[in-house]
C-alpha cells in the first residue's frame, strides 16, 4: 500500500491518495481549492497510471470537500460519506460565510452512498474499514486498514491534539469517547493520518496526547 499526501486550500487539509500495486485507489477528502491544486492531484493520478475507485470523505466541512465536484466529474464517480453530515452540506453557504470564502460558488457534492460503522471499503488488494467517531461533526468516520495498520482519521485525533468541537453539530464528549473506545482500542503501532498536520501513531497519542493522553486516559 502507498498513500500519497497533499495539503489543500487555505486551511490546509490533508488530502489522502491511497493505491497499491494493481493501480486501483480511491481519494480521501479531496480538498484541492486553486485550480493548480486541482491539477495537482488529478496528474497524479494520471501520471501514476491510477483507477480512481471511490471518492470518499471522512466528513463534511466545507474544506474537506472543495475539490469533490471536480474530481468527481473527472472520473464519473459519486462522493460516499456517513449520513449524519448530510445536513452541512444543507449549510455550505453558512460554513463558507463563517470562514470568510464565496458564497457564491457552489461547492455542494452529490453522494452516492453513505458509508456507516463496520462498512468495508475495497481496492486493489486492500480493505478500510469503516469506524464511526463522532463529535468533531455527527457524521465523522475512518478509514482503518488493520492489515496494514494505518487509519486516516480525518479531523478526529491529530498529532498532539483533537478535532474542534464548537462547529456545527460538535460534540466534546462524544468525540472524547469514541477516540477512546474506538481509536485507543487499536494497536499501539497503528500510523494516524490526520485531517491537518503531520501524522502520528495510536501509542504516541495514548502518552503525550493533552486532551486523551495517559492522564486523561482510562479504559
Do not use: W
Not at 456517513?82 to 457534492?109: A, C
Amino acid at each position: 500500500m502507498k498513500i500519497k499526501i497533499f495539503e489543500f486550500n487555505p486551511l490546509g487539509v490533508n488530502t489522502y491518495v491511497l493505491y497499491d500495486e494493481t493501480g486501483e485507489c480511491i481519494v480521501v477528502d479531496a480538498s484541492c481549492f486553486f485550480s493548480d491544486e486541482n491539477e495537482l492531484l488529478l496528474n497524479f493520478i494520471l501520471d501514476n497510471n491510477l483507477t480512481v475507485k471511490y471518492l470518499v470523505n471522512t466528513h463534511l466541512h466545507f474544506d474537506h470537500i472543495f475539490g469533490v465536484n471536480f474530481m468527481a466529474s473527472q472520473f464519473g464517480l459519486k462522493l460516499q460519506a456517513h449520513r449524519d453530515d448530510i445536513f452541512l452540506l444543507e449549510k455550505m453557504s453558512e460554513q463558507l460565510q463563517l470562514f470568510g470564502f464565496n458564497t457564491n460558488v457552489d461547492y455542494t457534492p452529490e453522494v452516492g452512498r453513505y458509508l456507516s460503522e463496520d462498512d468495508v471499503i475495497s481496492f486493489g488488494e486492500q480493505q478500510l474499514k469503516v469506524l464511526h467517531v463522532p463529535g468533531h461533526s455527527p457524521g465523522s468516520i475512518v478509514f482503518y486498514n488493520e492489515r496494514e495498520q494505518f487509519a486516516v482519521v480525518g479531523d478526529v485525533l491529530f498529532n498532539g491534539s483533537i478535532g474542534r468541537t464548537d462547529l456545527l453539530g460538535g460534540n466534546f464528549e462524544q468525540l472524547i469517547e469514541g477516540i477512546r473506545t474506538k481509536l485507543f482500542t487499536l494497536p499501539d503501532k497503528t500510523e494516524i493520518y490526520p485531517g491537518h498536520g503531520q501524522k502520528t501513531t495510536i501509542g504516541r497519542e495514548k502518552r503525550d496526547n493533552p486532551f486523551v493522553g495517559t492522564l486523561n486516559f482510562k479504559l
